[in-house]
């Protein structure tokens, strides 16, 4: 917590604050971080143009980002219309005929369940393909972003994945998560039970982890990387 008009020397830290009147200093100036270069290798990446691939520009990814948006916005409330829609051209209704809400809500709640499914089966499927067409397999190591493409890849998978949203936690506890995980690289093993109560996220690198035979994880997140100012492991 520093007053109006502080000024905090090169390389020096500064935490909390003395009785109201200013940060206290915990590191001692360093006059060198006046000639250091402190762009990050994100900023290298994407700001200054020195990857060493091709990095997508800002208007591709605000592009990118809202047409994926709009697309999940439809898949996630397609379903419904769609079971409707196979009600009135399956039995042949027109706006004349006159059902009940009961009847009405019989017939879409049994065009939904399979609809549904096969929504929640194409949405995985794209998921699960998205990874391994951005991504592949994982190997362990470092991956800068003005020297590695996957950080961007990385990022571009996050974005797909949305499509999956809401459906696994219908999965929490049960083989089906097991199932994706495996889909997805992990090594899973018999009798395993994945996340009854939840976990956000569950896994972020399914194909680092390998869980054996008759294992339990459930409200915690297991993570195998860190990433730090754009460097990746």
């Known amino acids: 917590m520093a007053p109006e008009d502080f000024c905090a020397d090169y390389g020096s830290t500064w935490v909390g604050n003395a009785e109201g009147?200013?940060?206290?200093?915990?590191?001692?100036?360093?006059?060198?971080?006046?000639?250091r270069d402190t762009l990050s290798p994100f900023g290298r990446a994407f700001y200054e143009g020195q990857a060493s691939y091709s990095v997508y520009s800002m208007s591709y990814i605000v592009l990118y980002s809202f047409t994926w948006t709009a697309v999940c916005s439809i898949v996630h409330n397609a379903p419904v219309l769609v079971s409707m829609f196979l009600i009135f051209h399956f039995?042949?209704?027109?706006?004349?005929?006159?059902?009940?809400?009961?009847e009405l809500f019989y017939l879409a709640y049994c065009a939904y369940i399979p609809v549904n499914m096969l929504f929640v089966a194409a949405s995985l499927a794209t998921d699960i393909g998205a990874k391994w067409w951005l991504i592949g397999r994982r190997v362990k190591g470092s991956y800068s972003w003005d020297q590695n493409e996957y950080c961007q890849s990385w990022q571009l998978y996050l974005v797909l994945s949305k499509i999956k949203k809401d459906i696994l936690p219908l999965f929490q506890g049960s083989q089906y998560l097991v199932w994706y995980f495996r889909a997805l690289g992990s090594s899973i093993g018999k009798d395993v039970c994945l996340y009854p109560n939840g976990g956000d996220p569950m896994m972020t690198e399914p194909d680092l982890v390998t869980i054996k035979d008759g294992a339990s994880i459930d409200d915690?997140?297991?993570v195998a990387h860190i990433n730090t100012r754009g460097v990746f492991k």
Request: hydrophobic share 40%.
């Open 21 to 35: 009147v200013g940060p206290i200093n915990v590191g001692a100036t360093d006059p060198s971080w006046a000639e």
């Open 91 to 102: 039995f042949q209704l027109t706006k004349s005929d006159v059902l009940t809400d009961a």
């Open 220 to 222: 915690s997140s297991v």
